[in-house]
């Protein structure tokens, strides 16, 4: 069984800075992808940023140069660092995870995606 808590949204002005994390407790061998996810009101979710388990990072070009994800494998988290925010950057942000379930490090060979609950960031003007 797998656990995913998130923290860290809240309210900022315009130019201001956020940090998001996303840790999973459980059942956990390996993190193959984790990311963040923006879901405007009224919108559909979308790609913020993510990390794959070797470090590779991927980002949609709207935040590319002001956010930066992380992972620390040791603690199951991701961190997002949200610098220079803008009002469009408001919205409900979801962490993602695909990991490979395992125990005491052995691999069960099964892999698991899921989504955490979401946290509300709101960028005023």
């Known amino acids: 069984q797998v656990r995913i808590v998130e923290s860290g949204g809240g309210l900022v002005q315009a130019g201001g800075s956020l940090r998001l994390s996303c840790r999973v407790q459980g059942s956990i061998f390996s993190i193959n992808t984790m990311g963040w996810y923006r879901q405007p009101r009224l919108e559909q979710r979308g790609l913020v940023a993510a990390?794959?388990?070797?470090?590779?990072?991927h980002y949609t070009d709207s935040v590319k140069g002001r956010f930066a994800i992380s992972l620390d494998t040791s603690k199951n988290t991701m961190y997002l660092q949200m610098d220079r925010l803008k009002p469009e950057d408001t919205g409900d942000y979801f962490c993602h995870i695909d990991i490979t379930q395992g125990d005491n490090g052995y691999s069960w060979d099964e892999t698991l995606e899921a989504w955490g609950q979401g946290t509300q960031i709101t960028v005023s003007d």
């Open positions: 990390i794959d388990g070797d470090g590779t990072t």
